[in-house]
C-alpha cells in the first residue's frame, strides 16, 4: 500500500533509513528525574537554543540520507524530544509500552496514532514498564536494561513474545536513567561503557562479547556514550565529548559532531531523541 513503512531493526549499528524525532517545542525540566536535570534545574532550557540545535540535527540527518519523521509536539508532554522510550523497533516490528513517569504517560499515543496512519505493524505492551532506553539490539540478542524505568516482569514477557532471540536483562544502578545512558553498542565487536554502573557479573559478560570502550566520568556527565551509529561506521557524537571521539576516530569511525548541549541538559543525546523504524542490514 502507497504510504506504507516496513519496519526492521537488528542492530544498533545497521544503516539508518527511517527514524522518528520530535521538536523540543514544549522542553522544561518539571520533575528531576535524572542526575543531569538536577544539575540544570535552576538554570533551566532554552527552548529557542534547543530548538535551533534539533533542526541542525534533524538536517544533519538528512543529509545523511536517512528519513526523518517529526512527531507533533505537545505542551503537556515536555520530554516528548526523548522518542526512544516511548517504542522500540525489534526485528520487523515496532513495540510500544506504557511510560513509567507520570510526566511522560500518553506520549506513546502519539507514537501510535502516526504507527496506525503509516500502517505500520506494532504490538501494544499495554500495562508493561519498559522504555526504548533500556532496549538495545545486536542481532540474536537484545540487551534490556533493569531500572526504575524497566521492570524484570516486562523484559520477561518481552522474552516470551521473542523465542528467537536472547533476551540478557543487564541490571545498574539507578543513577543513570536508561541503559543506553551507560553502555552502547557501535559494532558487532565495540561498545562504549561508563565503568561502574552495570553490575559486576554482566559486565563479565559484555566484556567477553565486545572490545568496550570506556567513558570518563566528566565526559559521561555530557553524555559521552549516548552516540547514535548510523551505519557505515560514522557516529554522530556531541563536539564536547573530545576523548570520546578521538578514541571513536581512532578506531576508524567517522565523528559527525553536533551540538545538542541544550537538549542534554533534560538528561539525554542522540540516541535518546532517535527511535528507529528501519536499518536495512550490509
Keep these: 500500500m502507497s504510504g506504507q513503512i516496513k519496519a526492521a531493526c537488528f542492530s544498533e549499528y545497521d544503516k539508518l533509513e527511517h527514524v522518528v524525532l520530535c521538536e523540543p517545542q514544549y522542553m522544561t525540566i518539571v520533575d528531576t528525574i535524572n542526575e543531569t536535570q538536577k544539575h540544570y534545574i535552576k538554570e533551566g532550557i532554552n527552548i529557542d537554543l534547543a530548538m535551533k540545535q534539533h533542526r541542525h540535527f534533524v538536517s544533519a540527518l538528512k543529509e545523511q540520507g536517512i528519513d526523518v519523521v517529526l512527531l507533533p509536539p505537545l505542551e503537556k508532554y515536555p520530554e516528548q524530544v526523548f522518542t526512544r522510550d516511548i517504542g522500540f523497533t525489534l526485528g520487523e516490528k515496532v513495540y510500544v509500552a506504557e511510560m513509567a513517569a507520570d510526566i511522560r504517560q500518553g506520549e506513546e499515543n502519539v507514537l501510535k496514532q502516526w504507527l496506525e496512519d503509516k500502517q505500520v505493524p506494532f504490538y501494544n505492551l499495554t500495562g508493561d514498564r519498559i522504555e526504548g532506553g533500556d532496549v538495545l539490539i545486536d542481532g540474536q540478542t537484545i540487551y534490556a536494561g533493569v531500572s526504575s524505568r524497566t521492570h524484570e516482569e516486562a523484559i ?88 570520546v571521539n578521538k578514541e571513536l576516530r581512532a578506531r576508524g569511525y567517522e565523528v559527525i559532531e553536533a551540538d545538542i548541549t541544550e537538549i542534554i541538559k533534560s538528561g539525554g543525546a542522540f540516541r535518546c531523541c532517535t527511535m528507529p523504524i528501519r536499518r536495512s542490514k550490509g
Excluded at 554502573?197 to 565486545?210: C, D, N, P, Q, T
Design 156 to 243: 520477561e514477557h518481552l522474552r516470551s513474545l521473542l523465542p528467537d532471540y536472547e533476551v540478557v536483562s543487564v541490571p545498574f544502578t539507578d543513577t543513570y536513567l536508561h541503559l543506553d545512558c551507560v553502555f552502547n553498542i557501535i559494532s558487532p565487536d565495540e561498545a562504549l561503557i561508563f565503568p561502574g554502573e552495570i553490575h559486576g557479573e554482566k559486565v563479565k559478560m559484555l566484556e567477553s562479547r565486545y572490545d568496550l570502550i570506556k567513558v570518563s566520568e566528566e565526559e559521561q556527565f555530557t553524555l559521552g556514550t549516548n552516540v547514535l551509529s548510523i551505519g557505515n561506521r560514522k557516529i554522530f557524537s556531541l563536539p564536547v565529548n573530545k576523548n
